[in-house]
């Protein structure tokens, strides 16, 4: 998996699957990439491990992980990403098959470790994934930001994020993903919303 997100920042990393019950992934990346000065790499690697508890049938498959990749630029000084990475999380999805194409809809609960702001939530987050076409599919994701609120100046608003996308399948194992993140401006004063490409490679063993 490559990320390219704004102010010249790339995010690489892979997952592994364990016989589709749980996975696990490593992540690392830099900003400032592509710039006159050097690039800034990220303090720490990320890290994602996932388990799925119960299987999907007429009720929500449930899982359960922890995440420590954030969203953006790594801020050592306030040791936490742009958008603090979600940490121990609970999650249930649920698909749906029609004419009008394929929905799945994803809901949780998460505690973020990125807690030097004092901002000690938990926080809720909900998203969709709709195949439109064959191989194209729109993206929405909702987050309340709820460990993310401290009126510091710095990160966060009070408000949500909201995030949108594209993304479309290029055979059996590439998908592209352009996503415009961000999109209630709550991310720092004066921060517009971003874009981010993301393309996957996926493959079986």
Partial sequence: MTRAMPESTALLGGWVGFKD????????????????GEPV???????DVRVRFVAETRWPAL?????????????????????????????????WHSFAGDLSLTAGANYTLETRDDDRAPNVFAS?????????????????ARNDNADDGIYGEGGVYVDAGVRALLGETVSVMLVFTDLTHNLAPGDESGREVQIVFANTF
């Fill in 128 to 144: 969709a994934d709709w195949f439109i076409f064959r191989h194209v599919s729109l993206l929405a994701d909702f987050d309340a």
């Fill in 41 to 47: 790499f990220f303090d720490h690697v990320g890290f």
């Fill in 21 to 36: 019950f749980a996975h696990a992934g490593v992540f690392y990346g830099a900003y400032h990439l592509i710039d006159r």
């Fill in 63 to 95: 899982a359960g992980g922890f995440d420590s990749q954030g969203w953006g630029a790594y801020d050592g000084g306030e040791r936490r990403y742009e958008r603090k990475s979600p940490g121990f999380y609970l999650v249930a999805s649920k698909n």
